[in-house]
């Protein structure tokens, strides 16, 4: 898969911005680091699908709850309500971004330390319960 050089930056900077998030909420809700995490993730996915996509994606109908929720907590986290706003937003991360989570986990499945962890018998099952791709087959 060949990317486009912004494409190569917005990778860069979504994975920035997760890792400020990360650090944020790991140095106790820090909110700089938190805020600077929501910046350098919003222009990272901006860069990478496109301005026009982006806006598509926030503004479909059956996504708006999840859209609000997000970006409601991105406020409360610049208004210094940093725990409330991680909150919030992660439920709207779920509702917003919840329909790749199979895809990622079977990506993971492929990798190999990681898809060895994900088959353990006990991590398996909750796995399978998370992704919710478990094929009767």
């Given at each position: 898969m060949w990317l486009s050089d912004?494409?190569?930056?917005?990778?860069?900077?979504?994975a920035c911005g997760v890792g400020f998030m990360f650090l944020g909420i790991l140095l106790l809700?820090?909110?700089?680091?938190?805020?600077?995490?929501?910046?350098?993730?919003?222009s990272g996915i901006t860069l990478i699908i496109g301005f026009n996509k982006t806006i598509y994606f926030f503004a479909r109908k059956n996504k708006i709850?999840?859209?609000?929720?997000?970006?409601?907590?991105?406020?409360?986290?610049f208004f210094k309500w940093p725990k409330t706003?991680?909150?919030v937003e992660?439920?709207?991360?779920?509702?917003?971004?919840?329909?790749?989570?199979?895809?990622?986990?079977s990506f993971l499945r492929k990798v190999p330390f990681i898809g060895m962890l994900?088959?353990?018998?006990?991590?398996?099952?909750?796995?399978?319960?998370?992704?919710?791709?478990?094929?009767?087959?």
């Open positions: 912004s494409q190569k930056i917005g990778v860069l900077l979504t809700f820090d909110g700089g680091l938190l805020a600077m995490g929501n910046i350098l993730f919003l709850r999840g859209t609000i929720c997000f970006f409601g907590g991105i406020l409360l986290v706003g991680i909150i992660f439920f709207g991360f779920l509702n917003l971004f919840g329909d790749f989570f199979p895809v990622i986990i994900l088959s353990a018998p006990y991590i398996s099952n909750v796995v399978d319960r998370f992704a919710g791709s478990k094929l009767p087959v």
